[in-house]
């Protein structure tokens, strides 16, 4: 139901969007994690599909921007002045049915798509 893509191989200062396709269903809030080599899973950004209004991490503000096209039914995660500390294994989420509140817990979150990986070279 959800498909991410759009990871690669970048130098520190780049950009990359990642995509996330949504198909079966469609849901209230959806969210990214990444989860680098050795760490724990941690949330990124988080976007209120109805309305469009997004959550994100401090490490990631003025740098990522999260956004959806609800005619295409896809949520993008646009990473701009990307750095060596945001490689990991991006995942896109959403919470279940009816439940609109930003979670920035991994538990929160009942769908995952598959990872898709981002290297940042220094």
């Known amino acids: 139901q959800l498909q991410a893509c759009g990871g690669g191989l970048v130098r520190a200062g780049g950009s990359l969007r990642l995509s996330c396709a949504v198909s079966g269903r469609t849901f209230d809030v959806m969210g990214w994690f990444r989860q680098a080599p050795g760490k724990k899973r941690e949330f990124v950004a988080a976007?209120?599909?109805?309305?469009?209004?997004?959550f994100d991490t401090d490490s990631v503000k003025g740098r990522f921007t999260l956004s959806r096209d609800n005619a295409k039914n896809t949520m993008y995660l646009q990473m701009n002045s990307l750095k060596p500390e945001d490689t990991a294994v991006y995942y896109c989420a959403a919470r279940g049915r009816g439940l609109t509140v930003f979670r920035q817990d991994s538990n929160a979150y009942a769908y995952w798509g598959q990872g898709t990986q981002v290297t940042v070279s220094s």
């Open positions: 976007i209120n599909w109805r309305g469009g209004s997004t």
